[in-house]
C-alpha cells in the first residue's frame, strides 16, 4: 500500500512539474530534450522519497539547480525537491534537518546569484531563493515532532497498563497468601485444641465424667468460635454487604478477644496464663491487633501440637510505640519430627513472620536455654502509611 500510495505521489507531483515545464512563461526558457532528460530523473530520484530521502533530495535539488541554471522558471518546479526534503526530516532527526536545511539554503541561494548573472534573464531574490527549501523540513518537523509525541504517550499508556496488571497481580497474590494465612490459623489452632480436649473427655470419661463434660463443652465452645471466624473470612471474600460487623460474622479478632483464646487455649494437660494487664485496645490499630492475636494463636497452636510443656504464658506490652506480644512455653525441647525452631519450619512459623511484617514488625523465635520455646513479635503502634 505504501509503495502504491508513493507512486501516486510521484504520478501528481510528475503531472504538475511537467505541466509548469511545458508552460511558456515570459522570460523563461522552451522546454527541450534536456529539460525533459533532467524531469525524468528528478521523478526517478522522487521514487526512493521515503527510503532514500537524502539520495532523493540529492537528486531531486540537482534537478531544480539545472533547470534554473538552464533557464527556465517556474513555481512548480520545486515540487520534486520540496518533496524530498520534507522525506527528510519526517524520516530523520533535528540534527540532520538543521544540516541538510543550511546546506539547501546556501545552494538554492548560490544557484539563484549565478542563475541572475545572465543577460535578460529574471534576478530571482537570493534571500527568497534560500526560504522557501526550509518550508517543507519545517513541515516534515512538524510532523514528525507530533508522531513522536504520539508515540511517547502511547508507550506510557502501554507501560501504565502493564504496571496495572503487575499491581493487581500482587494484591491477588497478596490477598490469596492472606486467605492461607486466616484459614490456616483459624483451623489448625481450632482442630488441635479440639483434638486435645476430645483425648482429655476419652481418658476422663469413666474415670472423672465431669471432666469429660467440661473438654467436650470446650470442643464445642472452640468448633463454634472457629464456625464464627469462619463465617467472617466468606463473607469478606464474597463482599457481603455488613461483612464482619457484630451483627454477621462479628469483628476481626484483636487484643480484646486475646483473654477468651488464653482460656479456650488452656485445660487439663496445658494451662495457659495471661501475663499482666493488655494494653488498650482502643490504642492499637486494627492490623496491628489482629496480627498480635494470630502470632498468639499459632503460638499457642504450636505449644499443643509440638511441645510436651505443662504451661504457656502469653504476655503483652506496649513499649516505645512499640506492641510486644511473647508466647514462652516451659517445656522441654522439641519432640521428634517437630518444626525446626529458627528459620525454617512449616506454614505457622512462615505465617507468623509474614503477620508480623505486613504490620511493619518484627518477629524472633527459637528455644530457651533453660528449655522451652519462645515466640517475641515487635509490632509497631502506627499503621503503615497507605500506598497509593
Known amino acids: 500500500m505504501r509503495t502504491i500510495a508513493d507512486a501516486v505521489l510521484v504520478a501528481a507531483v510528475g503531472c504538475l512539474t511537467a505541466a509548469d515545464l511545458a508552460s511558456s512563461m515570459t522570460g523563461s526558457r522552451d522546454d527541450d530534450w534536456f529539460s525533459w532528460l533532467v524531469f525524468a530523473g528528478s521523478l526517478a530520484g522522487l521514487l526512493a522519497w521515503r527510503r532514500l530521502p537524502l539520495a532523493a533530495a540529492v537528486v531531486t535539488g540537482a534537478g531544480i539547480a539545472a533547470w534554473t541554471l538552464y533557464g527556465h522558471i517556474g513555481e512548480l518546479l520545486n515540487l520534486p525537491v520540496m518533496v524530498a526534503l520534507y522525506g527528510v526530516a519526517v524520516s530523520g532527526e533535528r540534527r540532520r534537518t538543521l544540516v541538510t536545511g543550511a546546506v539547501a539554503a546556501a545552494a ?3 544557484v539563484a546569484v549565478l542563475s541572475g548573472q545572465e543577460e535578460g534573464r ?11 527549501p526550509l518550508v517543507p523540513l519545517l513541515l516534515g518537523e512538524v510532523v514528525r515532532g507530533r508522531r513522536e509525541l504520539t508515540a511517547s504517550y502511547a508507550e506510557r499508556a502501554l507501560r501504565a497498563e502493564r504496571e496495572r496488571e503487575r499491581e493487581a497481580e500482587r494484591r491477588v497474590r497478596a490477598e490469596r497468601m492472606r486467605i492461607a ?21 476419652l481418658e476422663a470419661m469413666e474415670r472423672r465424667p465431669d471432666l469429660a463434660r467440661d473438654a467436650m463443652r470446650q470442643v464445642r465452645a472452640s468448633g463454634r468460635e472457629a464456625v464464627r471466624e469462619l463465617r467472617a473470612t466468606l463473607e469478606v471474600l464474597r463482599d457481603v454487604p455488613g461483612g464482619g460487623a457484630p451483627g454477621a460474622g462479628g469483628p476481626a479478632p484483636g487484643l480484646a478477644q486475646l483473654p477468651g483464646l488464653v482460656a479456650r487455649a488452656g485445660g487439663e494437660r496445658l494451662r495457659v496464663t495471661l501475663a499482666g494487664p493488655l494494653p488498650d485496645p482502643a490504642r492499637v490499630p486494627p492490623g496491628t491487633g489482629l496480627a498480635a492475636y494470630r502470632i498468639v494463636q499459632e503460638a499457642l497452636t504450636n505449644v499443643v501440637k509440638h511441645s510436651r510443656a505443662r504451661e504457656a504464658v502469653v504476655s503483652l506490652a506496649e513499649a516505645d510505640g512499640t506492641l510486644v506480644a511473647e508466647v514462652v512455653d516451659g517445656g522441654p525441647a ?18 507468623m513472620r509474614e503477620r508480623a511484617a505486613a504490620v511493619g514488625g518484627t518477629l524472633a523465635c527459637g528455644p530457651e536455654p533453660g528449655g522451652g520455646f519462645r515466640v517475641r513479635a515487635e509490632l509497631p503502634l502506627a499503621p503503615l502509611p497507605s500506598v497509593p
Do not use: C, N, Y
Open 108 to 110: 538554492s541561494g548560490v
Open 122 to 132: 529574471p534576478f530571482p531574490s537570493p534571500v527568497l531563493e534560500m526560504i522557501w
Open 181 to 201: 494465612r486466616e484459614l490456616h490459623d483459624i483451623i489448625a489452632h481450632t482442630v488441635s485444641a479440639m483434638t486435645v480436649q476430645a483425648g482429655v473427655a
Open 334 to 351: 522439641r519432640a521428634a519430627g517437630a518444626p525446626p525452631a529458627g528459620d525454617g519450619g512449616g506454614f505457622g512459623l512462615i505465617g
